[in-house]
């Protein structure tokens, strides 16, 4: 048994070296086409996360012009109060914000130096009773006097999701694409290596070697140009996981909702790695469809 095994071994091991061109090509096509495919699986665990928490946390930013007046302030307050859809309140003034705003770009002294309390509108930071009631609030309050502004985060989500989802269909597509191409760059390879051991396989088969003894090499010769182009991904995966715990950690606030756990990253690189195995065993069963019957 360990005979055969070191056999198989040895065999594969050749057919490698001797179409290393060709190894090479379908090994680092299967890296970049599963590299994409992890880094689309990242990006939409990602936006996946930061969605929900968003949603589970909703509020509305109403900012007063910067020159409002005490009673238009005022006047804000009495609706909040009043409006039976708005569950809770905090009025930020100019001092609040201002710490606020050192806190956020504290990574940017230059910027905090340059700015000035007076210079920031005072706000109030709405938790309404239902996330569905967002656009009614501010539907309700921007015609006040003294109101400069509603923010909501649905517009920054809005445009965040439109935007990921198309990179994402984008991205599927040329990953589905690269995978393809790489499949059939291991048939090649592995059709290479059986026409160039043509003559070799006849010998083994009058011998009475059986189809499986055969085909083993080379099927494990495709699996381990898959293997070593996913674990190349897989290094990518990685990589990617770093960028976006540290790209990501923003002093705006809005994008330190969005994460990728150690688990979401360990998973994909568990399907990058089934994936990069599969391809090469089902590129190699493709490329050896002709000697089926050898």
Do not use: C
């Not at 996330?131 to 985060?153: K, S, Y």
């Not at 011998?207 to 990518?236: D, T, Y």
Request: overall charge neutral.
């Amino acid at each position: 048994m360990f005979g055969r095994f070191r056999y198989f071994a040895r065999e594969t091991s050749i057919s490698l070296r001797r179409n290393l061109l060709m190894t090479i090509s379908g090994v680092l096509t299967v890296a970049v086409s599963l590299a994409l495919f992890g880094g689309i699986m990242l990006l939409s665990q990602w936006v996946d996360h930061g969605t929900e928490r968003i949603k589970g946390g909703v509020r509305l930013e109403i900012f007063m012009t910067v020159n409002a007046s005490a009673a238009q302030i005022a006047d804000v307050r009495t609706a909040l109060e009043q409006d039976p859809q708005v569950k809770d309140f905090r009025f930020l003034d100019k001092d609040a914000a201002f710490e606020e705003f050192q806190r956020i770009f504290r990574k940017d002294p230059d910027l905090v130096r340059n700015v000035d309390a007076e210079a920031l509108p005072t706000s109030f930071r709405v938790v309404p009773e239902q996330a569905e009631f967002t656009n009614r609030i501010q539907r309700r309050f921007e015609p006040l006097a003294g109101v400069d502004d509603v923010a909501t985060p649905e517009e920054a989500l809005r445009g965040l999701l439109s935007a990921t989802n198309t990179a994402r269909y984008i991205f599927f597509f040329l990953s589905g694409v690269l995978l393809f191409s790489s499949m059939f760059m291991i048939v090649n390879t592995i059709r290479l290596a059986t026409f160039a051991r043509r003559r070799e396989i006849e010998v083994m088969k009058l011998v009475g070697a059986s189809n499986w003894f055969v085909r083993v090499p080379f099927m494990a010769e495709g699996m381990v140009q898959g293997l070593i182009g996913a674990g190349l991904a897989v290094g990518v995966v990685a990589a990617l996981k770093v960028g976006f715990d540290t790209w990501f950690d923003s002093p705006t606030g809005f994008f330190r909702e969005f994460y990728v756990t150690a688990g979401d990253a360990t998973m994909i690189s568990l399907a990058v790695l089934a994936i990069g195995v599969a391809i090469g065993l089902f590129g190699s069963i493709i490329g050896l469809w002709r000697f089926l019957r050898v």
